[in-house]
């Protein structure tokens, strides 16, 4: 089990040190639970005049971190996020130091809605505008175990669809008002039907299968989401970046690698910056693929949205 993170085994959910020290973190400040105590390292939250905004949830490693330092190589102002504040400083250092862009860290762990909204107020707090919003962090299919949220819930289904749906939805004034602006959902081939009768996935577990079925959610959410946003030139894709890329949810699983971090950098990209495509779509790399059957149900997608709006309370 990863070592940093706010979850633990079913079992010991209401004891758990996890549990106190998140108890603990909702009394103090708001900036030492989001953001970080080290902010001589951060650049002012405020881009300058005409830089371009992105949030790239998960990039302290990986393919996040990879689409993080491309962007600011760019120039653009971006948003680092993920649990490890060490590794999240890291990629700041780097994206300030070389520019010609800048950076600052924000850290909250998908695992709890109480991380997931602090982080969204203080991005709302923070920042007056958010040109490209990169949903990327997730949490692979290693361990084979079945671990549970801070909330509750199978964990993978939160981290990796959950939160992004409250995550975002929390965004969409900042992304309304810095039009025309993307949403970024990065999913993958791996494809779980959802079966609305066990979401949670207490019987039959596998890591796999709830990895799967977590990123197939975030691509029938995309594909809702697009229907919704018709009209505001606020463009939303999701993706599939590349196949088994050597970063620590493949290494975790010992899978053998078999695409480069550039390539799926690359098909991030094009979502992020090219104006060669429209929304609506999910991609295998570089070019549009048919996901799931289960993403063109539309009872699967009403029951799937009722259900997430019941569990985050979004309305
Ligand atoms: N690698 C592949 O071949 C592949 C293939 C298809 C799709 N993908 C997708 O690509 C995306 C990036 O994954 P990766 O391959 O780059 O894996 P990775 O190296 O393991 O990176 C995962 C990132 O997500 C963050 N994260 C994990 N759990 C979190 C939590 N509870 N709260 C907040 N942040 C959390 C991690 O931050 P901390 O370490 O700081 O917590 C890290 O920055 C994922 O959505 C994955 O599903 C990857």
């Known amino acids: 089990m990863n070592q940093d993170c706010n979850v633990v085994p079913e079992r010991s959910l209401t004891r758990s040190p996890g549990l106190m020290l998140t108890l603990a973190l909702a009394l103090l400040p708001s900036a030492f639970l989001a953001g970080t105590p080290d902010v ?16 790239v949830t998960g990039s302290t490693s990986g393919l996040g971190r990879e689409v993080a330092l491309r962007l600011g190589a760019m120039g653009w102002h971006v948003i680092v996020h993920g649990r490890s504040q060490e590794r999240g400083l890291e990629v700041v250092d780097e994206i300030n130091s070389q520019g010609p862009g800048n950076a600052r860290f924000y850290r909250a762990d998908l695992a709890s809605f109480d991380q997931t909204r602090e982080f969204g107020e203080s991005l709302l707090r923070d920042y007056e505008r958010m040109d490209v919003l990169v949903n990327n962090a997730g949490f692979g299919s290693a361990p084979n175990e079945r671990l549970v949220s801070e909330d509750g819930h199978e ?65 029938m959410f995309t594909f809702d989401l697009d229907e919704e946003l018709d009209g505001t030139n606020i463009m939303v894709n999701s993706l599939h970046p590349a196949t088994y890329m050597p970063t620590g949810m493949v290494l975790r699983a010992g899978a053998q ?16 910056v090219s104006d060669e495509i429209e929304g609506g779509q999910f991609f295998r790399g570089l070019v549009p693929a048919r996901a799931n059957a289960q993403a063109y149900d539309m009872q699967a997608r009403a029951n799937l949205k009722a259900l997430s709006q019941e569990l985050t309370g979004v309305r």
């Open 40 to 55: 001589s390292a951060q650049a002012p939250a405020q881009p300058t005049s005409g830089q371009q905004v992105v949030l």
């Open 155 to 219: 964990f993978r289904f939160q981290v990796n669809y959950l939160s992004t749906y409250l995550l975002t939805h929390m965004l969409m004034p900042r992304l309304r008002s810095s039009t025309p602006s993307r949403i970024v959902n990065v999913s993958s081939l791996a494809q779980s039907p959802i079966d609305f009768d066990d979401v949670m996935i207490e019987n039959n577990f596998s890591g796999g299968r709830a990895y799967g079925q977590s990123k197939l959610a975030q691509i």
């Open 257 to 272: 690698p078999r695409a480069t971090i550039d390539e799926g950098a690359d098909a991030v990209m094009q979502l992020v």
